[in-house]
């Protein structure tokens, strides 16, 4: 078994196999850590936007947290704990990068920046938010002091007494914002669209509170549950059908909005779109900050970079010496740039020559024994990433018991159970608050977003059954010719 990737979803693919009792398993992760995008990002206010209670393994519970969200640093700590608590660690190769994989004599062959290997099994867990994408303003590469994106913090920046600036109002932005006012002597926050952000606040968990969670497991058991119980039932719902769900939280960012005094900020702050249309950003300390008089939200579109600072299209330089780069990811990249060859030499590229598309979020008609953590129409918005990769990776595992059960071979989903999938998952994206009219990194190349249009719970109802006769050995097919 071949995993690419040694972050959250790796690790739990990882834990589920060796609970099945499959010992021939390795990760490879091209980075020098384990963690992901928790490894990767290291920026100041880095917190998660999901309770920690449920932003968890249900197999790996940790009693200690020390927030409702958690620090990035803490997370990255307990999945290097969970990482070695399981015995995980032994099977990962660190540094070495996949850059291709063909299934070829019923065997995945897979070429990697140190050599080859071969497997039964390919699962990719590459993540979703992995490809820093920087955007593309003239003299970017002139500015004479840092500059760099939030995903590649340079922790070298003295920041206090400096003049800052972040590009970009996204969850991450508007985590620097918060957490920069007051350090640096002057910060600018180049806003291109604003975004609605939910009224939430991180409290920290008391030394009692923690303990009691040691001594009673049950109490983690049931706060895992009540926070996946009130985002399922809430959030989740709001998000995919239009009701008094929708409208409540839709009345909440309003008003939490009207806590900027000034009108003409709160004109500039207030989004042209509903709320959720976009990932929901949740604070209740951006607002307060972008009040500071030591901070400015400029709206006038950037035009340029020069040596000395930021220039708009309204002819005005913003001098500054840091630049920060809070520009999101590619989140339609997938496992890209790894080449991936079926029998036949169909490559990844041709069968998503029209976007991402996959079977049930996890496989690839014609791609034998391949499957997918957080492939393409997962369930990502505004809900525990972790609860989504275990669901995947349960269904996977059900895959690798019958394989080691010798009841089949090489299997892959069906042409047209994929496209009637699809078509019902497509009928069913109006319905969803995304499709309400913004522009988004949850849309596609076709304009509609490549996300899971009903509840994550029902996500998890599906992958439950196998769906054995939407399958088909592959083992037989011929190489395509001419």
């Known amino acids: 078994m071949v995993i690419v990737g040694a972050g959250m979803s790796g ?60 620090p990035g640093p803490e997370i990255r700590d307990y999945l290097e704990r969970v990482a070695d608590a399981r015995g995980v660690r032994r099977h990962i190769v660190f540094g070495t990068e996949v850059t291709a994989a063909e299934h070829s004599g019923g065997r995945w062959r897979v070429t990697t920046t140190r050599g080859t290997d071969e497997a039964d099994f390919l699962i990719s867990a590459t993540g979703v938010l992995h490809h820093p994408r920087h955007p593309d303003i003239p003299g970017l590469d002139t500015f004479a002091g840092p500059a760099f994106h939030s995903a590649r913090w340079d922790h070298g920046a003295r920041l206090e007494g400096r003049r800052v600036a972040v590009v970009g109002t996204g969850s991450t932005g508007v985590q620097i914002t918060t957490a920069l006012a007051g350090r640096a002597s002057r910060l600018l926050l180049f806003q291109r669209t604003a975004q609605w952000v939910f009224p939430v606040g991180n409290h920290r968990y008391t030394d009692l509170t923690r303990r009691a969670h040691r001594r009673l497991p049950v109490l983690d058991r049931l706060f895992y549950r009540l926070h996946e119980t009130l985002l399922s039932a809430l959030l989740a719902r709001a998000l995919v059908a239009p009701g008094r769900r929708r409208d409540l939280i839709d009345r909440i960012c309003r008003r939490h909005l009207e806590t900027v005094a000034d009108p003409e900020l709160r004109r500039r702050l207030t989004p042209p779109d509903r709320p959720m249309c976009k990932r929901l950003i949740g604070s209740r300390g951006f607002y307060e900050a972008v009040q500071r008089d030591d901070v400015d939200v400029v709206t006038a579109p950037i035009d340029h970079v020069e040596p000395r600072g930021v220039v708009t299209a309204d002819g005005v330089l913003h001098e500054i010496d840091v630049l920060v780069l809070a520009t999101g990811f590619d989140a339609h990249a997938y496992l890209r740039p790894i080449r991936l060859t079926a029998p036949g030499g169909r490559t990844l590229e041709d069968a998503w020559r029209d976007g991402p598309r996959a079977y049930r979020t996890v496989a ?62 497509r009928d069913a994206l109006p319905r969803t608050v995304w499709t309400s009219g913004c522009r988004s990194w949850y849309l596609g190349k076709d304009g509609l977003p490549e996300l899971w249009p009903w509840t994550p719970r029902s996500h998890a109802r599906m992958l439950a059954v196998p769906h054995l006769e939407e399958f088909t050995e592959v083992d037989a097919l011929a190489p395509e010719r001419g």
């Not at 206010?45 to 197999?59: A, E, K, W």
């Not at 525990?384 to 089949?408: K, N, P, T």
Request: proline share 7%.
């Open 11 to 70: 690790l739990c693919m990882a834990v589920k196999l060796l609970d099945a009792g499959v010992r021939d398993l390795v990760l490879y992760e091209k980075a020098p850590s384990l963690g992901g995008t928790w490894r990767d990002n290291t920026y100041p206010g880095l917190t998660c936007d999901v309770p920690s209670r449920f932003y968890q393994y249900s197999f790996a519970l940790n009693p200690g947290w020390t927030h409702r969200y958690s």
């Open 364 to 425: 690839l008609p014609g791609f034998p024994n391949f499957f997918m953590l957080m492939g393409p129409h997962s369930p990502i918005g505004n809900y525990s990433l972790i609860a989504i990769a275990e669901a995947q990776a349960d269904y996977v595992c059900g895959w690798v018991r019958r394989y080691r059960a010798g009841l089949c071979r090489s299997v892959a989903p069906t042409q047209e159970a994929t496209d009637r999938y699809n078509r019902a998952l």
